[in-house]
């Protein structure tokens, strides 16, 4: 009896815990829905931006932009999620698995439903041929999704502050990185990458609010019982 009082305490503890996460998940939804509604304000500081990125393309750095926009593009990063996962449930590590491929598959859904929504065109000094709408853009959010989940996940299995902060400082730089390519090569203007960041970032925290909340209510182990075949009597 004793025991099942101190497991719904500690269920109780960590949901009260998620309120600070759903807060920030709430302001990062406002935050992107007003840079969706006010993106003409950003008219200005996308064409000085854009104008700026033509100055400083290089015939040497160029080929290395490229490289990182195949490599960051939607479609590469689902297929290394999907292979990620794949390892992740074979090394039995299935709430990983299912978390990234969750995060994944929501982001792709939302950018596409948004740059549908929105039908921004992209800027026309484009250094490589990119076919669809600018905002926002899917190699940004799909890169603070990425990223943002395997952080996430190392952050769980090592509680040193050197990992911590030294994977904490990759993410970081990985979504830079992406983002100041897009804008590089031209193919984006500058209120797409802002936007896009916000977004990746509500689907990221909306995502781990999910995982924690199946995490902390026992579903996940209802549902890998369920599949299994074998579901826990009540």
Known sequence: MNDDKEAMFTVKRQLVSQRGTVL?????????????????????????????????NTGTFTPVAEGISFVFDTTALVVISLVI????????????????????????LLVVAFKALVQSPRPLNELIPETGYSFPSGHVTGSVVFFGVLTYLAWKHW?????????????????????????????????????????GAVVLTFAILVFRYLEATGKFSRLRALLSGHPKST
């Open 85 to 108: 996962a794949a390892v992740l449930f074979v090394f039995h590590y299935r709430r990983g698995s299912v978390l990234l491929l969750g995060a994944m598959a929501t982001d792709a």
């Open 24 to 56: 920030v998940c709430l302001l990062l939804i406002v935050g992107f829905l007003l840079v969706v509604a006010f993106r003409s304000s950003f008219d200005t500081a996308n064409s000085n931006v854009n104008s700026w990125a033509a100055t400083i």
């Open 159 to 199: 509680a040193s502050r050197k990992v911590k902060a030294a994977t904490g400082g990759f993410y970081v730089a990985m979504v830079v990185l992406v983002g100041f390519d897009r804008i590089y090569l031209n193919v984006h203007w500058f209120s797409d990458v802002v936007g896009a960041a916000l977004l």
